[in-house]
C-alpha cells in the first residue's frame, strides 16, 4: 500500500476517532458545572425548570414592552417564531423588531410559554444526551446512584430463596444490557437488594429497568363498557376521580362499579397515556378536553411472560417506534386464540395498568406481533423488560441516593500523577535511548492513548482504576512493540543496509513477534471479560481496546512516520541509539568493544 492512501487511512482514523471523543472533551471541559447539575435532574424536575424559566422570560418581555420596548437579551430566538406566525396569518411582518411586536405575534394564550418552555427543554435534553455520549467515571473515581429495594410477596410459589436468587440474576442481566459497566449487586438481609451503579446515569430510567415487572398483558376492550363510563364520567365532571388500579371516586368516596349503568365486575377502569415532550406519562385527552379512560376485561388474554424474544424497529407506515415480540408456542398458541376469536374488536395492550396502545384485531397472530404507542426511550426499556423476562418478586424503592466516590480526591489526584508520571518516564526513556527513533515511538504512543480513549468514548464505557490499569499495561505492551522493531532494525544497520533496506527488515522480522504477543493477550482479555465480572471485566475490556490501537500505532503509524521521512524528506540518516545509527551515508559497525572504520553506502 502507497505512503499516501496510508496517510488517507490515518486521517480518517484520527477523524473518526475525534468525532468519537468530542462528546466526552465537551461534557468534562467546556460544559459549565450548572448546566451540567441541569442534565442530571430528573424529568420531572426538568419539566418544572423549564416551565418556571419560561413564566420568568414572560415577565420580562411583558415589561420590555412598557419600559424601552426593546427585545430582552437571550430572547432573540423569539424573532423567528414570530415571523412565522406573522407570515402564516397572512400579516404584515414588523421592519423593525420590539417586545411588542414579537408579543402581538402570539395570539394564544398558550402558544408563548409553549414556545418558550420548548426552547429550554430541547437544551437540557441535549445536554441529557451529550452526557450519555460521553466516558463516565466509574464509583471509585466520581460516585454513582445507591439504591435499595425491598422485596415484597413472590409473584410465583416458588421458594422465595430460589425467587431471590432468580431476581438477582435478571437484575443483574437488565443493568448489564442497560449498558452499565461494574454495578454492584447484592442482597442485604432476608427482605432487601442493594445496586451501586457508577457514574451519573438518568435515575428515572434505571428505575423503568430495574423495577420493570414484565406486568405487560393483552385485554380485549369492552366498547358498550366504555360507552357507559364515559357518559357517567362526562354527567358527574369534575366530582369524579379515578385512580391507578381503576378505582372509582365521586366527591371523595369511592363507589362499586355496580353503582354506575353498563359496568359489569368483569371490567376495569384505566386511562389511555402517551409520552409528552419530557418523556413522562401523560394522560391522553379527548376533543372536550376531558381525560380519556376505556374498559379493559379483567381476566387477561395474554400475559408478557409468554414473549420470549423482543426488540425495537420503527414502523413502515408512520416510522414510529414499535416493539416486535416473539412468543413461546404455548403463548403464540394463547394469542392465537385469542385474536381469531375476536377479530375486528379493540385490543388493549396495559403497561403496568396504563393502556399504552388500543389497536383493532386485523387477524389472528399466532408466533410474533408488534406493539406500538411507545417513545423510542419507552420502547427501548420495554423490550429489555420482555427480554429479561419478569420478576419472580415485586420490588419497591426503599432508598435512593448518590453515593460519593470511594476515594478521596486527594488520592484520585496522585494516582493520575503516578498515572502521568509512569508514561512520562517511558516516553523519556524512549527519547533518551533510542534517540531519533524515540521521537517516532512517542508519537506512536500518543496516538495510542488518543485512540483508546476515542473508542471507549464511542462505547459509553465507564473509566474506572481497574479500566485504567488495563491502559497502563496496554503503553507498556505498545512501548514493547516498539522496542521489538528498533532492535531489529539495530541488527540489520550493523549488517551495513541503507534506511530503507533497514525500515522494512527491521518491520518485516519484527511483525510476527509482535503480533504473537498480542494475539496471546487479546485471547486472555476476551476469556476475562467474558468469565469475569465488575472491576475484572472492566480491565478486560480496557485491555482489549488496547490491544488493537497498539497494533494498529506500533506496525501501522509508525512505519509510516518512517517510511515518510525516507521517501519524503530524503532522509538517510538513521538513529536507533547512541552508538548504532546511520550518519550521512555510512554505518559505524560495532564489534565488541572495537569500532571498525565507517562503511560506504
Given at each position: 500500500?502507497?505512503?499516501?492512501?496510508?496517510?488517507?487511512?490515518?486521517?480518517?482514523?484520527?477523524?473518526?476517532?475525534?468525532?468519537?471523543?468530542?462528546?466526552?472533551?465537551?461534557?468534562?471541559?467546556?460544559?459549565p458545572m450548572e448546566q451540567k447539575a441541569l442534565a442530571q435532574e430528573s424529568r420531572?424536575?426538568?419539566?418544572?425548570?423549564?416551565?418556571?424559566?419560561?413564566?420568568?422570560?414572560?415577565?420580562?418581555?411583558?415589561?420590555?414592552?412598557?419600559?424601552?420596548?426593546?427585545?430582552?437579551?437571550?430572547?432573540?430566538?423569539?424573532?423567528?417564531?414570530?415571523?412565522?406566525?406573522?407570515?402564516?396569518?397572512?400579516?404584515?411582518?414588523?421592519?423593525?423588531?420590539?417586545?411588542?411586536?414579537?408579543l402581538d405575534a402570539f395570539p394564544s394564550g398558550t402558544l408563548l410559554p409553549e414556545?418558550?418552555?420548548?426552547?429550554?427543554?430541547?437544551?437540557?435534553?441535549?445536554?441529557?444526551?451529550?452526557?450519555?455520549?460521553?466516558?463516565?467515571?466509574?464509583?471509585?473515581?466520581?460516585?454513582?446512584?445507591?439504591?435499595?429495594?425491598?422485596?415484597?410477596?413472590?409473584?410465583?410459589?416458588?421458594?422465595?430463596?430460589?425467587?431471590?436468587?432468580?431476581?438477582?440474576?435478571?437484575?443483574?442481566?437488565?443493568?448489564?444490557?442497560?449498558?452499565?459497566?461494574?454495578?454492584?449487586?447484592?442482597?442485604?438481609?432476608?427482605?432487601?437488594?442493594?445496586?451501586?451503579?457508577?457514574?451519573?446515569?438518568?435515575?428515572?430510567?434505571?428505575?423503568?429497568?430495574?423495577?420493570?415487572?414484565?406486568?405487560?398483558?393483552?385485554?380485549?376492550?369492552?366498547?358498550?363498557?366504555?360507552?357507559?363510563?364515559?357518559?357517567?364520567?362526562?354527567?358527574?365532571?369534575?366530582?369524579?376521580?379515578?385512580?391507578?388500579?381503576?378505582?372509582?371516586?365521586?366527591?371523595?368516596?369511592?363507589?362499586?362499579?355496580?353503582?354506575?349503568?353498563?359496568?359489569?365486575?368483569?371490567?376495569?377502569?384505566?386511562?389511555?397515556?402517551?409520552?409528552?415532550?419530557?418523556?413522562?406519562?401523560?394522560?391522553?385527552?379527548?376533543?372536550?378536553?376531558?381525560?380519556?379512560?376505556?374498559?379493559?376485561?379483567?381476566?387477561?388474554?395474554?400475559?408478557?411472560?409468554?414473549?420470549?424474544?423482543?426488540?425495537?424497529?420503527?414502523?413502515?407506515?408512520?416510522?414510529?417506534?414499535?416493539?416486535?415480540?416473539?412468543?413461546?408456542?404455548?403463548?403464540?398458541?394463547?394469542?392465537?386464540?385469542?385474536?381469531?376469536?375476536?377479530?375486528?374488536?379493540?385490543?388493549?395492550?396495559?403497561?403496568?395498568?396504563?393502556?399504552?396502545?388500543?389497536?383493532?384485531?386485523?387477524?389472528?397472530?399466532?408466533?410474533?406481533?408488534?406493539?406500538?404507542?411507545?417513545?423510542?426511550?419507552?420502547?427501548?426499556?420495554?423490550?429489555?423488560?420482555?427480554?429479561?423476562?419478569?420478576?419472580?418478586?415485586?420490588?419497591?424503592?426503599?432508598?435512593?441516593?448518590?453515593?460519593?466516590?470511594?476515594?478521596?480526591?486527594?488520592?484520585?489526584?496522585?494516582?493520575?500523577?503516578?498515572?502521568?508520571?509512569?508514561?512520562?518516564?517511558?516516553?523519556?526513556?524512549?527519547?533518551?535511548?533510542?534517540?531519533?527513533?524515540?521521537?517516532?515511538?512517542?508519537?506512536?504512543?500518543?496516538?495510542?492513548?488518543?485512540?483508546?480513549?476515542?473508542?471507549?468514548?464511542?462505547?459509553?464505557?465507564?473509566?474506572?482504576?481497574?479500566?485504567?490499569?488495563?491502559?497502563?499495561?496496554?503503553?507498556?505492551?505498545?512501548?514493547?512493540?516498539?522496542?521489538?522493531?528498533?532492535?531489529?532494525?539495530?541488527?540489520?544497520?550493523?549488517?551495513?543496509?541503507?534506511?530503507?533496506?533497514?525500515?522494512?527488515?527491521?518491520?518485516?522480522?519484527?511483525?510476527?513477534?509482535?503480533?504473537?504477543?498480542?494475539?496471546?493477550?487479546?485471547?486472555?482479555?476476551?476469556?476475562?471479560?467474558?468469565?469475569?465480572?465488575g472491576p475484572i471485566r472492566g480491565f478486560a475490556v480496557s485491555l482489549s481496546i488496547?490491544?488493537?490501537?497498539?497494533?494498529?500505532?506500533?506496525?501501522?503509524?509508525?512505519?509510516?512516520?518512517?517510511?515518510?521521512?525516507?521517501?519524503?524528506?530524503?532522509?538517510?540518516?538513521?538513529?536507533?541509539?547512541?552508538?548504532?545509527?546511520?550518519?550521512?551515508?555510512?554505518?559505524?559497525?560495532?564489534?565488541?568493544?572495537?569500532?571498525?572504520?565507517?562503511?560506504?553506502?
Open positions: 500500500m502507497s505512503k499516501r492512501y496510508r496517510f488517507v487511512i490515518l486521517l480518517i482514523v484520527l477523524g473518526v476517532c475525534f468525532l468519537f471523543l468530542w462528546p466526552t472533551i465537551r461534557w468534562h471541559f467546556f460544559i420531572q424536575q426538568i419539566k418544572v425548570t423549564a416551565i418556571q424559566n419560561a413564566q420568568r422570560d414572560i415577565q420580562r418581555i411583558e415589561a420590555a414592552v412598557f419600559s424601552d420596548d426593546k427585545i430582552p437579551d437571550g430572547l432573540e430566538f423569539l424573532i423567528p417564531a414570530a415571523q412565522k406566525l406573522y407570515k402564516e396569518n397572512k400579516r404584515n411582518v414588523p421592519e423593525q423588531w420590539t417586545a411588542s411586536a414579537v414556545t418558550i418552555e420548548q426552547k429550554y427543554s430541547d437544551e437540557i435534553f441535549a445536554l441529557k444526551d451529550l452526557q450519555s455520549n460521553a466516558v463516565k467515571l466509574g464509583l471509585d473515581l466520581s460516585g454513582g446512584l445507591s439504591i435499595i429495594l425491598r422485596v415484597g410477596s413472590t409473584l410465583t410459589n416458588d421458594d422465595p430463596v430460589d425467587a431471590m436468587n432468580r431476581a438477582l440474576e435478571v437484575l443483574n442481566s437488565r443493568i448489564d444490557q442497560f449498558g452499565l459497566t461494574e454495578p454492584v449487586i447484592r442482597t442485604q438481609g432476608t427482605d432487601q437488594i442493594y445496586i451501586e451503579i457508577p457514574g451519573t446515569a438518568d435515575p428515572e430510567r434505571i428505575n423503568d429497568i430495574i423495577m420493570g415487572k414484565g406486568s405487560l398483558t393483552f385485554r380485549l376492550q369492552d366498547t358498550d363498557a366504555t360507552a357507559s363510563f364515559n357518559e357517567f364520567y362526562y354527567r358527574e365532571y369534575p366530582n369524579i376521580i379515578v385512580d391507578a388500579d381503576g378505582n372509582i371516586f365521586v366527591n371523595g368516596n369511592q363507589i362499586d362499579y355496580s353503582l354506575i349503568p353498563g359496568l359489569t365486575s368483569d371490567v376495569q377502569i384505566l386511562g389511555v397515556y402517551s409520552k409528552d415532550r419530557y418523556g413522562l406519562d401523560e394522560q391522553e385527552k379527548d376533543s372536550n378536553n376531558m381525560f380519556r379512560y376505556i374498559a379493559v376485561k379483567k381476566e387477561v388474554g395474554l400475559d408478557g411472560n409468554y414473549i420470549m424474544d423482543a426488540y425495537v424497529d420503527r414502523n413502515s407506515m408512520d416510522g414510529k417506534p414499535e416493539v416486535i415480540f416473539n412468543l413461546s408456542s404455548e403463548g403464540g398458541e394463547i394469542f392465537y386464540r385469542l385474536t381469531s376469536a375476536n377479530t375486528g374488536k379493540p385490543l388493549a395492550i396495559v403497561l403496568d395498568n396504563k393502556v399504552k396502545s388500543h389497536p383493532n384485531i386485523s387477524t389472528g397472530i399466532r408466533e410474533r406481533g408488534s406493539i406500538s404507542g411507545f417513545s423510542s426511550e419507552e420502547a427501548e426499556n420495554l423490550a429489555l423488560v420482555l427480554r429479561t423476562g419478569a420478576l419472580p418478586v415485586e420490588l419497591t424503592v426503599d432508598n435512593q441516593q448518590s453515593i460519593g466516590a470511594s476515594l478521596g480526591e486527594d488520592t484520585i489526584k496522585q494516582g493520575l500523577y503516578a498515572l502521568l508520571g509512569g508514561i512520562a518516564a517511558v516516553l523519556v526513556f524512549m527519547l533518551f535511548f533510542y534517540r531519533t527513533a524515540g521521537i517516532n515511538a512517542v508519537v506512536a504512543q500518543l496516538l495510542n492513548f488518543y485512540i483508546m480513549f476515542s473508542v471507549l468514548s464511542a462505547l459509553n464505557f465507564t473509566l474506572t482504576l481497574p479500566a485504567i490499569a488495563g491502559f497502563i499495561l496496554t503503553i507498556g505492551m505498545a512501548t514493547d512493540a516498539n522496542v521489538i522493531i528498533f532492535e531489529r532494525m539495530k541488527e540489520e544497520i550493523r549488517l551495513g543496509k541503507t534506511r530503507k533496506a533497514v525500515v522494512e527488515a527491521g518491520f518485516g522480522k519484527a511483525f510476527w513477534a509482535i503480533m504473537d504477543s498480542n494475539i496471546t493477550t487479546f485471547i486472555a482479555a476476551l476469556f476475562l471479560s467474558q468469565l469475569g465480572s488496547g490491544v488493537f490501537s497498539s497494533v494498529f500505532t506500533a506496525l501501522f503509524v509508525s512505519r509510516l512516520i518512517f517510511d515518510v521521512g525516507t521517501d519524503v524528506f530524503r532522509s538517510k540518516k538513521l538513529s536507533v541509539s547512541w552508538t548504532t545509527r546511520i550518519q550521512d551515508g555510512s554505518v559505524p559497525v560495532r564489534s565488541g568493544n572495537t569500532r571498525s572504520k565507517a562503511v560506504s553506502l
